[in-house]
């Protein structure tokens, strides 16, 4: 993966036309954007209904079918969706709505995940080793996005979102309270699968672009960070959606302009987020105790 | 329902809400087929309580109970006269079981009884005709119990809801009960509390010398079932009774 250095002038409308004359600049701000966008939304259920290892386990199964496809010679993206979506379709045979219980469950997708990320190993070594794909397919090839991918990473994209906007509701409520959603004839089964489905998209997409070991970057970290910051549903997701946004653009610029990677920019941005805002909620919380009569109720009606 | 654990309390509300089939027998709930009614029925599992990871306003696990099954997203109240129609339902239901002090604050953060309230509220939201009560005092501490049963009382007058209670202790609600189903050894006792609760009749039932003693405060203990008898803490063993 190559960087390119810049100089950063200060004008933020002379940096933005210096990015954007490069048409793999463009791509890589498109498909970033794309993928935040259904990273935060997807990520913030994920993150509620605490499958973030099954997420993970989807991300490394990325890994194996990428090198796959590459191995075999067929495009990339064929290998990540085709590894993510039957991953998705083994930890619903493992999961929780299979009848598993937590332990069980966790256990199994840890196999998997071992499994999947040693399979990876054999494909790259099948392929020769060449170590700059490898590289690409762990940290992902943030500047070499062609537009075809960007279009097919928005058709994607605003399947995955249509969907949840329609079972967003029902999800929110089988994830949150699984016995009376069902009670009350939410299809949670078909719910969990349906989401392990939508995640397994949202986790080849976003490999694609941010490779298999960053994928978290975008899907956990953002969302992770919004729930801190609200307990309410709606605002939650937004929150999500614009802080993924916020660290793929700002990470794309930096890199831009620096010799370092956009992997290692996009991640430390969210990570340094989400450590500002539980620094924020200690010091919240302490000056709340040291107030005597204050309530440290973080959401106000 | 009373009954020590595993007798089917849990298992026979299964069959009310229509989730479980017979094997034989009929059921007939609120004039139809089990399940067909799951719309005037309100119900409450047995849970443990949500672990402080869950970070959802009580307010919003409430509105679940009212629209939650429903496809599609919600307009927002500014928008739609419906979803102001909601969110009104949802208030007055946290104002009647007295959480309006807590209902803005993530569910896990609260207190054992503070879920409880606002998960009777829950279950009470569409305005059930029946509501299934599954250990609801379960895993309180015992002046929650008393507080949640006094509740449950109140709501079960003023808003004209039959109540079907399972639990395993009932003292804490024995001032509030009009009839008492006894479940042991794959058969059931049904009548008054004091019909029921009596020595003679539970030693029938057993099919074993059993012995009801009552305490100078009025508190009951039964003694001499053929199980060992259902300590609080056992179940917290995840065990359905």
């Not at chain 2, 139809?32 to 959802?56: E, K, V």
């Not at chain 2, 279950?123 to 599954?134: C, K």
């Not at chain 2, 019909?195 to 203990?221: C, F, K, M, N």
């Amino acid at each position: 993966m190559t960087s390119l250095v810049a100089a950063l002038s200060l004008n933020p409308v002379t940096d933005l036309e210096q990015m954007t004359e490069y048409p793999f600049m463009v791509n890589a701000l498109w498909a970033g954007t794309i993928v935040a966008v259904m990273a935060g939304a997807i990520g913030w259920f994920m993150v509620l209904r605490r499958q973030t290892f099954a997420g993970h386990t989807l991300a490394v199964t990325a890994f194996p079918g990428a090198a796959a496809a590459t191995f075999v010679g067929l495009p990339l993206a064929v290998g990540y969706f085709g590894a993510c979506g039957l991953g998705a379709l083994l930890l619903a045979a493992v999961g929780r709505d299979g009848g598993s219980d937590a332990a069980d469950e966790s256990a199994a997708i840890g196999t998997l995940q071992a499994f999947g990320l040693g399979l990876g190993y054999l494909f790259v070594v099948l392929y020769g080793g060449q170590l700059s794909s490898l590289e690409a397919l762990l940290f992902g090839s943030f500047l070499g996005i062609t537009e075809g991918q960007v279009q097919a990473l928005l058709w994607i994209a605003a399947a995955a979102l249509a969907v949840l906007v329609v079972i967003g509701r029902p999800l929110l409520f089988a994830s949150v309270d699984g016995a009376v959603a069902r009670a009350a004839n939410v299809p949670t089964r078909a719910l969990g699968f349906g989401f392990l489905v939508l995640l397994a998209l949202a986790v080849a997409a976003t490999a694609e672009i941010t490779g298999a070991l960053l994928v978290f970057a975008l899907l956990v970290t953002p969302a992770a960070t919004a729930q801190r910051l609200t307990a309410r549903p709606g605002p939650g997701i937004v929150i999500s959606v614009a802080l993924a946004l916020a660290v793929t653009w700002v990470g794309l610029t930096i890199a831009f302009f620096s010799p370092y990677p956009v992997g290692f920019w996009v991640t430390s941005l969210s990570f340094g987020v989400y450590v500002a805002v539980r620094l924020g909620e200690l010091i919240v919380r302490r000056a709340a105790v040291a107030v005597p009569g204050a309530h440290a109720d973080p959401e106000p009606t | 329902m009373l009954g020590s654990n595993g007798a089917g309390k849990s298992t026979l509300l299964d069959v009310v809400l229509g989730l479980l089939p017979l094997s034989g027998g009929t059921a007939t709930v609120l004039g139809g087929h089990p399940g067909a009614g799951r719309a005037g029925i309100g119900y409450l599992p047995q849970r443990r309580t949500f672990d402080s990871g869950t970070r959802i306003r009580g307010r919003e696990v409430v509105r679940l109970g009212l629209d939650g099954s429903r496809w599609g997203l919600p307009l927002p109240a500014a928008l739609s006269s419906s979803a102001r129609a909601a969110r009104s339902r949802v208030d007055e239901m946290i104002e009647l079981v007295g959480a309006e002090r807590y209902a803005s604050r993530p569910i896990g953060e609260l207190s054992g009884g503070e879920q409880q309230r606002l998960l009777i509220a829950q279950a009470l939201v569409r305005g059930p005709r029946l509501l299934l009560l599954d250990e609801p005092l379960d895993s309180l501490d015992l002046s929650n119990q008393g507080a949640v049963a006094a509740l449950v009382q109140r709501i079960c007058e003023c808003e004209g809801v039959t109540v079907l209670m399972v639990a395993h202790d009932v003292n804490p609600i024995l001032a509030y009960l009009d009839r008492v189903v006894y479940f042991a050894a794959g058969a059931a006792v049904e009548g008054t509390p004091r019909e029921v609760i009596q020595g003679p009749t539970l030693s029938r039932l057993y099919g074993a010398p059993v012995e009801v003693l009552e305490a100078s405060d009025g508190r009951l203990v039964v003694v001499g079932t053929p199980e060992p008898p259902a300590h609080h803490h056992d179940r917290h063993g995840g065990a359905r009774g």
